[in-house]
């Protein structure tokens, strides 16, 4: 027989069993700490767990996977982008939503490569923001509207001709020239005031390009090409 007590506290342990269950990697101490907040004053939410970088995530990441994490582009140490990789091998039925507040296309694509399930912007509204980890909890792919109409543009890029090899960007053929002068990815982001994650993704582009699998094939046949 069931004590009043015990339905109420089975009721309590259904209400805390329903709430999305939300982990943040942030390294802004404010930030994080209002988007707890945030979390914590709405209906249906949890915030479980604070982290001010991926290493620390994975060191000391919950036991439990959380329903949903949201997580920085730019931390200290590996970078979001490259992080969410790790983040959705350790906790394999978690969405992991992406939070930034710049737009750089290069981290959109390399954050939904490596496992990223959505891309919103910082200063998305904090309904919007609720919507957006529900739908993510959901298996939905929030986006902010920036991020989205740059995923859709390129889809529309439009396609080389039979036998005619992509173009490769300014920024691609500069690379490849510093590459040929025996730069490392390290000095070649150097000289081109980018990030080594920012040219990691332009050698990527460059091998499916050129349809090449290595460092020295790419540069070989740009040379031969004429490109650099």
Known sequence: MNMPGDSVGTMHTAAMSARIEVALVEDDRSTRE???????GAPGF???ALFGSIEDALEHGPATAPDVI???????????SVGVAKLADKYPSTAVLML???EQHEWVFEALRNGACGYLLKKTPPPQLLDAIRDAHGGGSPMSPEIARTVIASFRKPKPKPGEPDALTPK?????ALLADGHSYESAARKMVVSVNTV???????YDKLHVHSKSEAVSKAIKRGLV
Request: glycine share 12%.
């Open 200 to 206: 990691r993704n332009y050698i990527r582009s460059v």
């Open 46 to 48: 949890h915030c479980s």
């Open 172 to 176: 691609e053929v500069a690379l490849l």
């Open 100 to 102: 930034t507040g710049l």
């Open 34 to 40: 209002g988007l707890a907040i945030l979390i914590d």
């Open 70 to 80: 949201l997580c920085d582009i730019h931390l200290p140490g590996e970078s979001g």
